[in-house]
């Protein structure tokens, strides 16, 4: 029973262009949502997140993007650079709850 | 600036046997948590602990896993009699305190592997 869902295991772009990530969840319950990039052989780390009382946040080269209503989100690099070649994984948490569920992840590749 | 601490960084332990993993979180963080990353799969919770106290181990499997993080000294994940499936990448994370809001900062973790 999976809650976050990121249904592309993978993604390839070219280096220069926009890499758009995707992310759907169930629980109507989650208010706060994160993206974390990850290594091979390293922990996860913490890219950006997003309240759901907004439907936009944006740093840097990141955006992510929130559609309550189809309880979608996305992430957005612009531009595309080789060193963003890595897992990304989609997560979310509840009002009432400390846990963050995370998605299964996408491998994204950066192509030269 | 110590991130999160993780040890051993790989454990190979033979069915049956007891795996101990230790996670020393960052300065000044109190909670604690545990996540499971099977191969080719996602991060799934297993337990979140503050100091002394167990606050939500709904991941946790119901046999031969246990986990604590004692006044003093780093958290432990425990498995017991472990079996081929237990083998993965054990993640932990720590935050300063449990309020939405808050992301993780994870360690590099213990990949476990059962012969």
């Known amino acids: 029973d999976q809650q976050v869902k990121q249904n592309s295991p993978s993604l390839s772009v070219q280096e220069g262009r926009i890499s758009i990530l995707n992310c759907d969840y169930t629980?109507?319950?989650?208010?706060?949502f994160l993206w974390y990039k990850k290594y091979p052989a390293e922990g996860p780390t913490f890219l950006i997140s997003?309240?759901?009382?907004?439907d936009k946040n944006e740093d840097g080269r990141f955006t992510v993007f929130l559609n309550k209503s189809a309880k979608h989100l996305s992430l957005h690099i612009v531009p595309s650079q080789p060193g963003d070649s890595a897992v990304y994984f989609c997560a979310a948490r509840g009002n009432r709850d400390d846990k963050i569920i995370f998605g299964k992840g996408t491998r994204l590749h950066i192509l030269p | 600036n110590a991130g999160v601490m993780q040890n051993p960084r790989h454990l190979v332990r033979r069915r049956g046997q007891e795996a101990r993993l230790r996670c020393s979180p960052m300065k000044g963080h109190s909670h604690v948590y545990w996540y499971r990353q099977l191969p080719e799969e996602g991060l799934k919770f297993m337990v979140y602990?503050?100091?002394?106290?167990?606050?939500?181990e709904s991941g946790m499997p119901k046999e031969r896993f246990s986990a604590e993080f004692p006044k003093e000294g780093p958290s432990i994940l425990r498995i017991q009699q472990v079996v081929r499936g237990d083998s993965a990448a054990y993640f932990c994370a720590s935050s300063p305190s449990g309020t939405a809001g808050e992301k993780l900062f994870f360690g590099s973790g213990t990949q476990l592997s059962v012969l």
């Open positions: 997003i309240s759901s009382i907004k």
């Open positions: 602990l503050q100091k002394e106290n167990i606050i939500d």
């Open positions: 629980n109507s319950m989650f208010d706060y």
